[in-house]
């Protein structure tokens, strides 16, 4: 066992925490900065401004945040030298824009200079702001990328995801377009996860080629930058007065699923703050990223996040790309991706369903559950020829507007044979929602699943072909491919009816966890500088090998072993809800 502590960094968008845990994973240290609370000077809301379709964050927040937590963690006592290694996440998709002088400045940072901000602030950046993941301001951009390379599911094939306003590569292009003499003073560009290590490091330092990803620029099989979306972004600059673009980018990533240590703490926060001199630094990764390193996923694993919207995350051998969702190269694991599949309509559309039914019953609270767990779980209570959709918002996945379906269908065909106001009460909306968007995710996790040798053959018998979203199958295929094991998270795995009824529908076939994970990112990035730093002095582990020899029993709560019969009794649903989405699709 390595003794030592280890640092996790997690740059989000409204606060940075630092976790540091010891051999055994044991928080020794926390601590954090609230950007609005703790750096009011900057006037941001929740840690970003706000201008119409734009949405950026003060890069100078961010150092200054930097020297604070650090700050906090020293004047808490606990002695920084002790730290063996560092990494971390940061929030996916923004970009940092460098001078020329960056590059001098990083090497020579000195706590006798000043702070960071002070050093850094006003010559190192030439755009003090750096684009976040909320931007909506890119759609002619996306729109030029996806045409470029011939359409959305082409683009998905391509990078991992259809162009998103969000991802680097439209927000570089825009730059390109609208602020070409700030792009041409930009000598070099870096996501925020490369801009954390790169500042710790005192030197700048490659992408990480997971979050690298997370571009619309990154050729992901290929596991290069696409010339064709790089030619396409350089053939926009009107004045090409400074380097390429690769150029720019600090080269190709460096790969993901081996640990490459980034460099050692940079002088100055050796000399400021304690650090050993020959602590490492890891490279930093995107925060979804991050989150599948809290836990110890494998292959065919789902971590499933029951919020305001529902949030799913996979382990995956299988390069299935659709516009719908994303695909990212796996942080930890050698040629394997993490799925991301996310949905607008999670806890918001429950809430009101559990609203109605207990005004219908007039006994409970409108914040009470105990009606609508009751009918959720009511093995009684027939909805077997029923199907609802419940979008009280629009969706992302299937991509639809906002709307409220009812059906009853034949259940040995799946035929749709009437549309319904209602249902029989109330209670059947309660298990109807709960079951319709357990069944979303499970056909839509199907594909990423690798087949499984003797798969449980169910009793339904059709032989036809299913669309969901840009896939046309086999019904068969969702028959065959079937989750590991199921993590839930989120403020509604507290539900156990909920997370009983979804294990039931996704059908892992051996374990259903729940699991508390508030700082998942941060501890993500402990568990990653961990791992690597065991990597690097030669004592090879498969990441989720060593997380599951880590790991305590008494850190998961198990809800239900996989049920063969339980998850047979949905798939006769699988054809109608086909059906349906199709029916109201624009």
């Not at 560092?86 to 020579?108: F, K, P, R």
């Not at 996806?146 to 391509?158: C, D, F, K, T, Y």
Request: aromatic letters at 10%.
């Amino acid at each position: 066992m390595f003794s030592g502590y280890y640092l996790g960094f997690d740059l989000s968008t409204q606060q940075l925490k630092c976790l540091i845990v010891d051999q055994h994973r044991c928080i020794v240290s926390e601590q954090r900065v609230e950007f609005d609370k703790d750096l009011p000077g900057y006037g941001t809301e929740k840690g970003v401004y706000h201008r119409g379709d734009v949405v950026e964050s003060p890069v100078a927040q961010w150092l200054e945040a930097v020297d604070l937590v650090l700050q906090r963690v020293r004047d808490s006592g606990f002695d920084l030298n002790q730290v063996t290694a560092i990494s971390g996440s940061c929030q996916q998709h923004g970009s940092v824009y460098w001078t020329e002088e960056a590059c001098d400045m990083l090497e020579t940072l000195s706590p006798e200079k000043g702070s960071l901000v002070e050093q850094l602030g006003s010559n190192a950046f030439s755009r003090p702001m750096a684009p976040n993941w909320q931007d909506h301001s890119t759609g002619k951009q996306c729109q030029e990328m996806e045409n470029a390379v011939g359409g959305p599911e082409q683009m998905a094939q391509l990078t991992g995801a259809r162009a998103h306003f969000r991802f680097t590569g439209p927000q570089i292009l825009k730059i390109i377009q609208e602020e070409p003499e700030v792009y041409e003073k930009s000598h070099v560009i870096t996501l925020v996860s490369n801009f954390a290590t790169s500042l710790l490091c005192g030197k700048f330092v490659p992408l990480e080629e997971a979050d690298a990803c997370g571009m619309n620029l990154y050729d992901i099989q290929q596991k290069k930058f696409s010339e064709t979306l790089i030619n396409l972004l350089e053939s926009n600059r009107p004045y090409k007065i400074g380097n390429s673009l690769l150029s720019k980018l600090l080269g190709e990533p460096m790969s993901a699923g081996t640990p490459i240590e980034a460099g050692t703490i940079a002088p100055y926060f050796v000399e400021k703050y304690g650090f050993n001199s020959n602590c490492q630094v890891f490279p930093f990764t995107g925060d979804n990223l991050a989150t599948i390193c809290s836990l110890p996923l494998q292959n065919n694993d789902v971590l499933i996040s029951l919020g305001t919207s529902t949030t799913i995350l996979l382990v995956t051998d299988q390069y299935h790309p659709s516009p719908n969702y994303h695909l990212f190269i796996h942080p930890t694991i050698p040629d394997y991706y993490m799925g991301m599949i996310c949905y607008c309509n999670g806890s918001l559309a429950r809430e009101q369903i559990r609203d109605k039914l207990n005004l219908a019953y007039h006994d409970k609270k409108p914040g009470d559950w105990v009606n609508f767990n009751e009918a959720v779980s009511d093995g009684n209570l027939n909805n077997e020829n029923e199907l609802g959709i419940y979008f009280p918002i629009g969706e992302i996945v299937p991509s639809m507007p906002a709307t409220f379906q009812r059906i009853l269908f034949d259940k040995v065909s799946g035929d749709i044979l009437q549309s319904v106001d209602e249902f029989e009460d109330v209670r059947h909306d309660a298990k109807n929602i709960v079951e319709s968007q357990a069944l979303s995710c499970r056909v839509r996790v199907s594909p990423l699943l690798s087949p499984r040798p003797g798969a449980f053959h169910t009793s339904i018998q059709i032989n036809k072909m299913v669309k969901f979203d840009y896939d046309v199958l086999p019904l068969t295929e969702y028959f065959d491919r079937r989750p590991h094991n199921a993590y839930f998270v989120g403020g509604a795995s507290n539900n156990l009816a909920i997370v009983k009824r979804f294990s039931q529908v996704l059908g892992a076939t051996e374990h259903n966890y729940r699991t508390e994970n508030p700082d998942s990112c941060a501890i993500g990035g402990c568990y990653k500088a961990m791992w690597s730093h065991m990597q690097s002095s030669h004592d090879a582990l498969n990441f989720g090998l060593f997380l599951q020899e880590r790991i305590q029993p008494s850190e998961l709560q198990l809800i239900m072993d996989g049920d063969d019969d339980a998850w047979d009794k949905y798939n006769h649903k699988i054809v109608p809800l086909s059906l349906l989405e199709q029916a109201i699709q624009p």
